[in-house]
């Protein structure tokens, strides 16, 4: 009996989950699928079976890190055309 005087018991069950390990390379592979404009990252998530957190988190930390894919984040130029109604072609660069 305890010391309260009621005869209540706790019964706690311990369940462990295996927990996956992920390589570079997996998760790589993985934030690059979900990289994709228009990417549905939490089914993208689930199709590899894992909580759409996890891979919330992966972005996130390739985008801080600067490095995304295992390389450096870079601007690339780009020259854009405009044709005017009157025929005339402008390129900006």
């Not at 689930?46 to 390389?71: I, T």
Request: glycine residues 8%.
């Amino acid at each position: 009996m305890s010391m309260s005087g009621d005869n209540f018991r706790r019964h706690y069950a311990i369940v462990a989950d295996a927990r996956r390990r992920w390589s570079e390379e997996e998760k790589q592979a993985i934030v690059a699928e979900a990289a994709f404009p228009g990417a549905n990252v939490s089914a993208i998530a689930r199709r590899h079976g894992m909580k759409p957190s996890l891979l919330f988190r992966w972005r996130r930390k390739a985008r801080e890190g600067g490095e995304m894919h295992g390389r450096e984040a870079a601007f690339l130029p780009v020259a854009v055309t405009v044709a005017f109604e009157s025929g005339e072609c402008c390129v900006a660069e």
